[in-house]
């Protein structure tokens, strides 16, 4: 079953190239490249994963749609692929907290550029273990 | 930015003998000066908050409020104010006293015009190299932001879309590919990962504000570094198969910053990996020793050639002999160093060219 994935990032040039690749899989990709549009997006639509930029802008504009993400009981359920340009940022933006703070009850942290078989098998390892997740309750 | 040399300097001259003040003005009449005087300390204290001097002039003796109180109070309202005490005859050691409580310099009754134009003069140059320092170091402070964020988004952000899109395309041509071509996008992809990686190590460098770091000390365990920098450099010891080893033994805690400390051990273990063939091992030991917490990084690499060693820890430098490295190892270790001093450590480097190198760096246990 195809697969339904949103991907908010400002960087056009860089979506293209993640998009690309994903082409590869049984995917199909909206994308958003700004959180106001992000918002918009997630509200309208029921997606198995979100690629998301923490860094969006210049003041790490990602960080709120995480939170969001994390106060609202739906969304948290969907499995997101946190990307970033240094993983150090993560632990600079929260100070105190490990180098992988758990934004939703499955994600993970990937530093850009993504190497394609990376990018393709961590997407897939998150899908199946949210639908466990799922599964379970 | 810094005050120009055509701007008079403001000085206030304190003093409860007329013949004092009176002499005093005769001596700077036509010099570049704004001048303005009290014959008491409180008054003195109330034109300091208005005119704003440069320089005050006070004699320690007076009466009401006396020239040491003075003294303090006009630091309290501003420190970067040159405060001058007068002292009497034969009172040397007030004189000693009041520069230990900050006066900058002391000028005894009676004095030559010459003395007192010398001391007015070095007085208003010192106020005024006080008041550069400050304003340079905002204006460094502001430069390393911005450099900061322009080199995130102008140089980062789109290398980092080009080696995207890089990876992409071999990974749609890879069936079609020739090797020659493979070996091209080899090519192009590591030369690029390079200079990404030499950004990276440019960022962390500039985001670590050394003057700034005693401030942020909290107590910690040097081990949440260590295993910050190992999950940092996954990636690379996956890729050479290297297995990397973490002993630790009851650590006590050290103050310090954590992000800092993350940096040198990823500089250091990061240079472990680097000069370490594949398939070997890279040793990390961690333990109290007299007052100090060890840790010891050992790799079983090409090792450093003795003349090398003494300037392992100075910017720039990459050793002359021994594999290609990839670039910014030579900046990160003379952070690494100005770290570990920031933190009241020191850190060494032992090796056998041809066996391996041992860093070892030291840290003061925090005192409850």
Redesign the interface.
């Given at each position: 079953m195809t697969k339904k994935l949103l991907m908010i990032d400002d960087?056009p040039?860089?979506v293209?190239?993640?998009k690309?690749?994903l082409a590869?899989g049984d995917f199909e990709v909206d994308v958003a490249y700004n959180p106001k549009d992000g918002l918009r997006a997630l509200e309208a639509k029921q997606y198995d994963l979100l690629l998301l930029d923490i860094m969006m802008g210049?003041g790490a504009e990602g960080i709120m749609i995480a939170r969001k993400l994390r106060k609202n009981p739906k969304l948290r359920e969907m499995p997101v692929l946190i990307m970033t340009?240094?993983?150090?940022q993560i632990?600079?933006l929260f100070?105190g907290e490990p180098?992988h703070p758990r934004f939703v009850d499955v994600d993970e942290l990937v530093e850009?550029?993504?190497?394609?078989k990376v990018l393709l098998e961590k997407v897939n390892t998150l899908i199946q273990t949210a639908e466990a997740k799922k599964a379970e309750k | 930015m810094t005050q120009t040399t055509t701007e008079k300097a403001k000085i206030l001259i304190i003093d409860d003998e007329e013949v004092v003040i009176d002499s005093c003005l005769q001596i700077l009449k036509g010099g570049a000066f704004e001048i303005q005087t009290a014959s008491n300390g409180s008054a003195g204290l109330q034109k300091v908050e208005v005119f704003q001097p440069d320089l005050v002039f006070v004699d320690l003796k007076m009466p009401g409020i006396s020239g040491f109180e003075v003294l303090e109070k006009v630091h309290a309202l501003d420190s970067t104010i040159v405060v001058v005490v007068i002292t009497g005859f034969a009172t040397v050691s007030s004189a000693v006293d009041a520069m230990k409580k900050g006066a900058y310099d002391f000028l005894p009754k009676p004095f030559t015009p010459d003395e007192f134009r010398l001391i007015t003069r070095r007085s208003v140059e010192r106020r005024r190299l006080m008041l550069e320092a400050i304003a340079l170091r905002r204006e460094k402070e502001l430069l390393r932001e911005q450099f900061a964020s322009i080199v995130s988004h102008e140089l980062k952000a789109p290398l980092s879309a080009v080696q995207q899109n890089l990876f992409a395309l071999e990974f749609e041509l890879e069936k079609a590919m020739t090797e020659d071509q493979k070996g091209k996008f080899e090519r192009i992809k590591t030369r690029i990962g390079d200079m990404l990686k030499l950004i990276n190590s440019w960022l962390r460098v500039i985001r670590v504000d050394i003057n700034q770091l005693k401030v942020g000390f909290k107590p910690l365990s040097v081990a949440d570094p260590i295993n910050a920098a190992i999950e940092n450099l996954a990636t690379l010891a996956q890729r050479k198969g290297i297995q990397i080893n973490f002993e630790l033994r009851d650590l006590p805690q050290i103050n310090g910053d954590s992000l800092s400390l993350s940096e040198v051990f990823i500089n250091i273990i990061g240079n472990a990996l680097k000069y370490s063939p594949d398939f070997s091992s890279v040793t990390i030991a961690a333990q109290a020793e007299d007052k100090l917490v060890k840790v010891l990084v050992r790799d079983e690499g090409i090792g450093i050639p003795s003349e090398d060693l003494p300037h392992v820890f100075d910017g720039f430098y990459r050793g002359k002999s021994g594999q290609e490295a990839a670039a910014g190892h030579g900046i990160g270790l003379a952070v690494a160093h100005q770290i570990v001093q920031a933190h009241d450590g020191a850190v060494s480097v032992e090796s056998t060219p041809g066996k391996g190198t041992t860093f070892i760096v030291c840290l003061p246990i925090l005192n409850v």
């Open positions: 960087d040039d860089f293209a190239g993640i690309a690749i590869s210049r340009g240094m993983r150090e632990a600079f100070p180098v850009k550029p993504v190497e394609p | -």
